[in-house]
T-cell receptor
């Protein structure tokens, strides 16, 4: 099983719709979780961290389900500018393991 | 703050040539990382550093070398370039282990 697994998509969604992505992780001891956004031919940028209680930032909501080992990202009232690849990122937090683990990304296209 | 800067933006190398990809950050971050990203794939960690003078291998270190003589700079050296090293290279930094990483704009490398 991959450490971090995402549905690659593509998701083609009409403008104004709601879309949700899931991401599963294999290490139950993982401590911190993030969603990054990557535009075409650009660097990844942090979209939001994911907290145990769930968190919201405007139209974006992130949830963590530790029992089932997945995190989700919900985008409401989608805009054309939301078109991007969304990367699920997990910190396994093993002692001596200094790295984050990146999923391969879910590609989202918002259709006018 | 310039954040994380990378040079060059784009480079074409012939097989067997060598080059150094430059990365610098002005945020006084201890942790720095080099990733490569192949089309449709996730980010793969090449090398990382937890502070000046300390470096360690990531998932895909073969064919690369790094050094970290200062907190600000973390150059990546390619010796004897091969077509398999054609990729986009991202440098990233973070102030603390497991936290949000800040990425540079990337270097696109083509080895012919």
């Amino acid at each position: 099983r991959k450490e971090v697994e995402q549905d690659p998509g593509p998701f083609n969604v009409p403008e104004g719709a709601t879309v949700a992505f899931n991401c599963t992780y294999s290490n139950s001891a993982s401590q911190s979780f993030f969603w990054y956004r990557q535009d075409c031919r650009k660097e990844p940028k942090l979209l939001m961290s994911v907290y145990s209680s769930g968190n919201e930032d405007g139209r974006f909501t992130a949830q963590l389900n530790r029992a089932s080992q997945y995190i989700s990202l919900l985008i409401r009232d989608s805009k054309l500018s939301d078109s991007a690849t969304y990367l699920c990122v997990v910190n396994p937090f093993n002692f001596g393991n200094e790295k984050l683990t990146f999923g391969t990304g879910t590609r989202l296209t918002i259709i006018p | 703050n310039a954040g994380v800067t990378q040079t060059p933006k784009f480079r074409i190398l012939k097989i067997g040539q060598s080059m150094t990809l430059q990365c610098a950050q002005d945020m006084n971050h201890n942790y720095m990382y080099w990733y490569r990203q192949d089309p449709g794939m996730g980010l793969k960690l090449i090398y990382y550093s937890v502070g000046a003078g300390i470096t360690d291998k990531g998932e895909v270190p073969n064919g690369y070398n790094v050094s970290r003589s200062t907190t600000e700079d973390f150059p990546l050296r390619l010796e004897l370039a091969a077509p398999s090293q054609t990729s986009v290279y991202f440098c990233a930094s973070t102030p603390r282990r497991g936290e949000t990483q800040y990425f540079g704009p990337g270097t696109r490398l083509l080895v012919l």
